[in-house]
């Protein structure tokens, strides 16, 4: 068995995982709700650790990356910074990060005019529509993709929980 980076990922991991649980036991405790204050912490936490523990027995199964310490593979690029490439080279290797950074800060601010709801579509309809395969076929499906999750989540979240979202200036809903 070598000790690879992915399975000291996922040992971290789970001790992470362990500290947060108990330390949900510190949650103050509240009374106005139905289920105790540490329920939802710990199903996500629990999840968390389904993930982590899946995590660690690929990485054990040899599917994950070089040995810690070794030298990094040449053909795979440069390590951190900007490398070989100059910045056009490393704009061009995380373009797609870049990409979704840009629309999320964009999403943000212009959360106050559009809101929530035509925001989020939009928001997911442009991270779709850019990542995905260029492709005018595949419009239709995104902007499906985009109307149903995003306004099935502004459904739960407004009529279901009762949580009052950005409205925008374009859209009120009162």
Partial sequence: MSLNRDVVVALLLLLLCGVFFWESGNIQLTDYGQLDSTVWP?????????????????????????????????????????????????????????????LFLTFLLTLPILGMLLGGI???????????????????????????????MWAVFTFGLRVFLPEGVLFSFQ
């Fill in 42 to 102: 710990r199903i996500i936490l629990g999840a968390l650790l389904i993930a982590s523990l899946i995590y660690l027995w690929q990485a054990l199964r040899g599917a994950a990356s070089e040995d810690v310490g070794a030298a990094p593979q040449a053909a795979a690029g440069a390590g951190p910074g900007i490398g070989p490439g100059g910045l056009a080279g490393w704009i061009s290797r995380y373009r797609n990060a870049l990409l979704c950074y840009a």
């Fill in 122 to 152: 939009l928001f997911v309809f442009a991270a779709l529509t850019a990542l995905g395969r260029p492709s005018l076929k595949l419009v239709p499906l995104h902007a499906a993709i985009a109307v149903g999750t995003v306004g099935a």
